[in-house]
């Protein structure tokens, strides 16, 4: 087995699973909870398939009342609860324990409300990010954040992590477009933190529950700013000789205060595999490619366009294939979208997540490429360049646990590395327990500690996904 | 003022002084009124505190790379040095922070100094630009700060998409010095726009106005200003939207635009230089300076925003909407007891809140300056002061009583 550490289950309490679940049942009924072994095993992982545990029992409310019962009589019962969303965290976010319950929200899904004056959605947590764009898709208004995985990802699992996607180099990421959220804490205590104004009132712990990985509420609902879609996006793909070149290229495109919507950047190996599996028409002579995308009216985009094919001319690139139709937009980003899916075809892959600034770009592409090698394992790059967010994909084979080691050590040394260039652990997944042992190489003890009090303030006896974020030694706790 | 006007402020020299100056007060028990360039101090509930420190000296650029559209600087910087280099390389901070010396000259005790970075982000200051490109805690990337425990912490960093860890980022944004004293900030900047262009429709009733607003906000043409001033605000009644981008885009977007809202009239075109001073009139909300008014910052959803205004010219008030701000600012005349606090407040939305940023001292003491809340926000509000600051050394009751 690999090496991140969990705590060790409690057995006291899986001792009173019985007894646990007959109080969840006598919240939410049969329909609202899942105890049998088969059934509790689609919870035991998420997309983080290398680590699994299969939890206590698995509860799925419908409403925010019954979030609130459930709870406030786990508190009481000092279980620990692991919320979910769908499940398609790459950190381990939503991972149990075998001593704690899942608690998902798949079961509260619904449009609560969409209001086109001020320009906001109320969703409950549980509804895909792609299913609020569709919502309000009849009046050409969408959802801004679109992780890769915004097919299946929810709205409660972006707040958790504060998502991103491709587009955030305009947009933002969640917590940008996020206005409200009502909020479960551990105590049953039902909290509204925000609603439609832009401003938060007092401190602002809407910011400080966005991205804080399911440890102080579960969130049940949340009130989102939509935008009115542009008239028309098209992408453009420049293709580089070198990494250094799409670099440069990229710093040159905003230093000419041209900010497009998203800057794409994908290395030979990605481009191959993608290429294969979408046939989105990327050129396989190439080091690096970039897909750049503008918005805007015809004129617009076309103007905007030649800007950005002119720059990047003059580093080099070869035969630009600006996109003329909306199928062929669509095939360029399918391919893009559909990355991580189309190399887990060919291979195991651990997804990385730093952020480096992207002045650094050339140069720790290089080191990461040094480090993957040195561990006798392959790379491939897939990431937001505009913003300088990684994802490198450490190619391995699951089933061979030396393999998964060096996959995991490769992966530890390309965050340190991002770090070390005045970087972060993770750009847009989240700490979860991938990168949990790493927390110290980026904070002191002193910036945990200062985190970890307001973990005690919202969740005293640290029973909300209790074993993320933050290494388990140290903690300054209750 | 505060209880210490007249004392010579702490003035440290750097991160490490700041450490010493609040473990010092930490020890002796005696709370401080954290300053930058002064100009705020009358925002917020009258403090009485022992001495001022002031970050003024913690100054100077830290770090500034116009390709990766990052700019760090320590707390203290004044904002027109900052200012003056972002636009050297034709950048800028793009949600158009407030500058209130105008406003608040008129309270009695003009305002010298000069704003500074860390009070930006201290106050989460933002502009007519919000709709577009959010508040200061939007593109506040970074935080070093030294809390009320003596410590330093920081959050962030210096990278356009981070979550690392807890967001304490956004959580001192806007908590006015009352968490920590920041020593240095970090904020993603963004291209000046080529140019500008600003329709202005004269004449239009309130509910017209907000239709206009509703309906530009809502197009695809990217609005990045929208504002309402009544008759008597700044002459005529007038509806402002603002474009921004490159030339070809002015000729387009205004043209869809007038299309769009041809029902509304026929509105004049104000291009660059002079779409730039109204935005500077309504960012800085100089239809309000120089009187004896209590004036109001009320964020509310737009739906909301005519009943308030309602409200307040009811009660005597003046108003005007800084509608892409997300804000309806009200000016009560200086006779009303509570300054308007209960008329305003009792029609504000559960999500809304009003802040009453400028009045004399003695109404600010009788009325809640930031908007009370529930009983079990307020219980985390205090948690979250005591977590950084537990013996209430920082700026206290500049935002709340007894905290």
């Not at chain 1, 009589?73 to 319950?101: H, I, M, Y």
């Amino acid at each position: 087995m690999s090496f991140i550490a969990m705590p060790k289950p409690d057995p006291e309490i899986i001792a009173r699973r019985a007894e646990i679940a007959a109080g969840l049942r006598a919240i939410v009924g049969d329909e609202g909870l899942i105890v049998s072994e088969d059934e509790r095993r689609a919870y035991e992982t998420d997309a983080l398939t290398a680590y699994r545990a299969m939890p206590l029992a698995v509860v799925l409310p419908a409403t925010t009342g019954e979030v609130s019962a459930v709870l406030k009589f786990l508190n009481a019962q000092k279980v620990p609860v692991v919320a979910r969303g769908a499940g398609t965290s790459l950190a381990g976010g939503a991972l149990p324990s075998e001593d704690a319950v899942v608690l998902g929200v798949s079961r509260m899904s619904a449009v609560l409300e969409m209001n086109f004056a001020d320009r906001v959605a109320v969703l409950q947590s549980g509804i895909t990010n792609i299913a609020i764009s569709q919502a309000v898709a009849h009046e050409q208004f969408f959802y801004a954040p679109d992780p890769s995985s915004q097919l299946a990802c929810t709205i409660a699992g972006n707040i958790a992590m504060n998502s991103g996607g491709a587009h955030c180099l305009k947009y933002g990421v969640t917590t940008n477009n996020l206005l409200g959220v009502k909020m479960v804490m551990m105590d049953g205590t039902v909290l509204d933190i925000g609603g439609a104004a832009l401003d938060a009132g007092g401190y602002d712990l809407l910011g400080l529950v966005c991205g804080s990985e399911g440890q102080l509420g579960i969130v049940t609902e949340a009130t989102v700013r939509i935008l009115r879609q542009a008239e028309g996006a098209r992408p453009v793909l420049l293709g580089f000789d070198s990494a250094e070149a799409a670099g440069a290229c990229v710093s040159d495109i905003i230093g000419h205060g041209i900010v497009p919507v998203a800057i794409e950047y994908m290395d030979r190996p990605a481009i191959k595999v993608c290429e294969s599996f979408a046939h989105a028409g990327y050129p396989l002579d190439v080091e690096a490619l970039l897909i750049v995308e503008v918005e805007g009216s015809e004129d617009e985009i076309e103007a905007m366009l030649a800007r950005i094919v002119e720059i990047a001319g003059s580093h080099g690139t070869r035969t630009p294939r600006i996109a003329r139709t909306e199928a062929e937009s669509l095939a360029i980003w399918k391919g893009r979208k559909s990355a991580f899916g189309a190399m887990g075809r060919i291979s195991d892959y651990m997804c990385m997540d730093g952020t480096i600034p992207t002045g650094r770009l050339p140069e720790v592409l290089v080191k990461i490429d040094a480090i993957c090698k040195g561990h006798g394992l392959s790379v491939a790059n897939i990431f937001h360049a505009g913003d300088g967010n990684l994802h490198p994909l450490i190619l391995y084979n699951v089933n061979d646990p030396a393999e998964l080691e060096k996959a995991e050590k490769a992966g530890a040394d390309i965050l340190k590395l991002c770090v070390e260039v005045g970087g972060c652990l993770t750009g847009e997944h989240g700490v979860g327990i991938e990168k949990r042992d790493l927390m110290l190489d980026q904070f002191n003890e002193t910036d945990l500690h200062q985190q970890q009090r307001l973990k005690t303030l919202f969740d005293p006896r640290w029973l909300l996904n209790p074993a993320k974020v933050f290494p388990l030694e140290g903690r300054l706790q209750g | 003022m505060t209880a210490n006007a007249s004392a010579k402020p702490l003035a440290p020299r750097d991160e490490n002084d700041v450490i010493a100056a609040v473990a010092d007060a930490r020890a002796a028990g005696t709370p401080l009124e954290i300053v930058g360039g002064a100009t705020k101090r009358t925002i917020g509930r009258p403090m009485q505190t022992a001495a001022t420190l002031s970050v003024a000296r913690l100054s100077g650029i830290t770090l500034y790379e116009p390709s990766e559209l990052v700019l760090g600087a320590h707390a203290g910087t004044p904002l027109k040095d900052i200012e003056k280099e972002l636009a050297n390389n034709r950048q800028r901070l793009a949600f158009e922070p407030i500058d209130y010396r105008g406003l608040l000259a008129s309270d009695g005790e003009p305002t010298v100094g000069e704003p500074t970075i860390g009070a930006v982000a201290a106050a989460n200051l933002s502009g007519p630009r919000r709709i577009y490109a959010g508040a200061a805690r939007d593109a506040l990337l970074g935080i070093r700060m030294v809390t009320g425990r003596g410590e330093v912490v920081k959050s962030g960093g210096r990278v356009m998409k981070n979550v690392t860890g807890y967001d304490l980022v956004k959580l001192s944004a806007g908590s006015w010095g009352t968490l920590g004293v920041f020593t240095e900030v970090i904020f993603k900047v963004l291209p000046e726009t080529h140019s500008e262009r600003t329709l202005v429709f004269e004449g239009l009733t309130d509910a017209s106005a907000v239709a206009s607003m509703s309906a530009g906000l809502g197009s695809p043409f990217e609005v990045t200003g929208a504002a309402h001033m009544a008759a008597g605000i700044d002459g005529p009644a007038k509806t402002l939207l603002r474009i921004e981008g490159f030339d070809e885009q002015m000729v387009y977007r205004s043209g869809e635009l007038k299309k769009l809202l041809r029902t509304f009239g026929v509105p004049a075109l104000l291009a660059d230089d002079a779409s730039r001073a109204l935005w500077l009139k309504v960012r800085d909300a100089t239809f309000f300076a120089g009187t004896d008014e209590a004036v109001w910052r009320i964020s509310v959803a737009p739906s909301h925003g005519a009943a308030i205004g309602a409200a307040a010219t009811a009660a005597g008030g003046r108003v005007f909407y800084d509608w892409g701000g997300g804000l309806v600012w009200v000016a009560m005349p200086a006779a009303s007891g509570d300054g308007g606090a209960a008329a305003l407040r009792a029609v504000l939305p559960a999500d809304g809140h009003a802040t009453l940023v400028r009045a004399p001292e003695t109404l600010r003491a009788a009325v809640d300056v930031f908007q009370p809340q529930p009983p079990a926000h307020a219980a985390l509000t205090r948690g979250v002061k005591d977590a950084f600051d537990p013996d209430h050394i920082l700026n206290p009751g500049r935002m709340y009583a007894g905290m």
